[in-house]
């Protein structure tokens, strides 16, 4: 094996350990989200305001006055004006972390005006996409400079 082809394997190694790392963390990452309490609730929204500053707001705090008592801030995902003070909500989320998965925004009558959907469920998925991007990638340039040196 001469030092280049010795290079090429390494390099191709190290991608494809890197995209497996990732991977798994990936799976890993969705099992702990399986694992979390999902919780519901109805309450008023008592106040609301996005986390950063101005058009690089990183996420929404809504404080929800629960039926059953107390207060509960749950963290939307992305700058969102659906959440106004006063008004009535149906929420899920996510016991330990409290991450809004759901909300339904409700009338006066109780019907559904409009709903929002975060989007924590995405991230592992996408890291998951990204794990196997950098495998792909390694194999293709791997076969690409082994086909070049012969």
């Not at 995209?19 to 929204?45: I, K, N």
């Not at 404080?63 to 149906?90: M, N």
């Not at 991230?123 to 792909?136: D, N």
Request: charged share 20%; hydrophobic share 40%; proline share 1%.
């Amino acid at each position: 094996m001469s030092d280049g082809s010795g290079r090429r394997f390494f390099r191709f190694v190290s991608n494809a350990l890197l995209g497996t790392s990732v991977c798994l963390f990936a799976g890993s990452y969705e099992m702990l989200q399986w694992r979390l309490p999902h919780l519901g609730a109805t309450g008023v929204v008592a106040w609301a305001g996005t986390t950063g500053d101005g058009r690089f707001a990183r996420g929404t705090t809504v404080g929800v006055q629960l039926d059953t008592g107390g207060t509960v801030a749950l963290h939307a995902s992305g700058r969102d004006e659906l959440f106004r003070k006063g008004q009535r909500i149906e929420v899920h989320y996510q016991g330990w972390t409290n991450a809004l998965e759901s909300a339904r925004f409700l009338s006066a009558s109780g019907e559904i005006e409009r709903q929002y959907n975060g989007y924590v469920w995405l991230v592992p998925y996408l890291l998951f996409g990204l794990g196997l991007f950098a495998i792909w990638s390694a194999i293709r340039v791997y076969r690409r400079d082994s086909a070049r040196s012969d």
